[in-house]
């Protein structure tokens, strides 16, 4: 059974940078084809992906935001960490991470979801 | 960039048909990239629901249908009930971007 489940701040300030966690069970980020992937989605707005990481270490970002975020595994920990930086409150948003294998280019099993609120 | 049009809101009576169009912008949309559908009840994380173009996960009721011709996809809802009320997204992969776009969303209403 593949689970996935969000961590981090719930409240950020601007400039500051957000770190989330994203723990996972069911499957290996070793496994040929696998990767892991971030979605974001402001309240009451569409779904925005924003970042995936495979197996191999292949990185690959929104290019609309691929300067304020690193994507890395911890392979050994079943954990995926997303880092944006320079924060803003219109990134307020709830931060989703999900399953993702290579040729299926599709998210099947998604965490809950963190909502991550930017304020002063 | 890459976008994919969904209409902001549809509605239906119980046990009706309705459909969601998905249409791209982009020519690789119709060049062998596959839509995928989400949907997502409220205050709920989405949920895979259409993938590969035509193709249901396991435990997706058959009362629900994709199609995909050129750049434009469709998903259907027929026996339309009260539990189907949420948004439904499309999804698909952009090579030119290297990277995943949704659609805007579209809010089913169940009259």
């Known amino acids: 059974q593949i689970t996935l489940k969000e961590s981090g701040p719930t409240l950020v300030k601007p400039t500051e940078t957000l770190t989330l966690t994203c723990n996972f069970s069911g499957f290996s980020l070793s496994t040929s084809g696998v990767g892991v992937g971030w979605i974001r989605q402001p309240p009451g707005k569409a779904l925005e992906w924003l970042a995936l990481?495979?197996?191999?270490?292949?990185?690959r970002y929104s290019p609309s935001l691929k300067s304020r975020l690193t994507i890395t595994k911890d392979t050994s920990k079943h954990q995926v960490v997303l880092k944006m930086t320079n924060m803003d409150p219109v990134d307020t948003a709830t931060y989703y991470c999900a399953h993702h294998f290579w040729s299926r280019n599709n998210f099947d099993y998604w965490g809950q979801g963190a909502l991550v609120t930017v304020s002063s | 960039q890459s976008i994919l049009t969904q209409p902001p809101s549809v509605s239906g009576a119980p046990g009706q048909t309705i459909t969601i169009s998905c249409t791209g912008n982009s020519p690789k949309i119709g060049a062998g990239n596959d839509v995928h559908w989400y949907q997502q009840l409220p205050g709920t994380a989405p949920k895979l629901l259409i993938y590969?173009?035509?193709n249901r996960p396991s435990g997706v009721p058959d009362r629900f249908s994709g199609s995909k011709s050129g750049t434009s996809a469709s998903l259907a809802i027929t026996g339309l009930q009260a539990e189907d009320e949420a948004d439904y997204y499309c999804?698909?992969?952009?090579?030119?971007?290297?990277?995943?776009?949704f659609g805007g969303g579209t809010k089913l209403t169940v009259l």
């Open positions: 990481i495979y197996w191999n270490d292949d990185k």
């Open positions: 590969g173009n035509t």
């Open positions: 999804q698909s992969y952009d090579s030119s971007l290297s990277g995943w776009v």
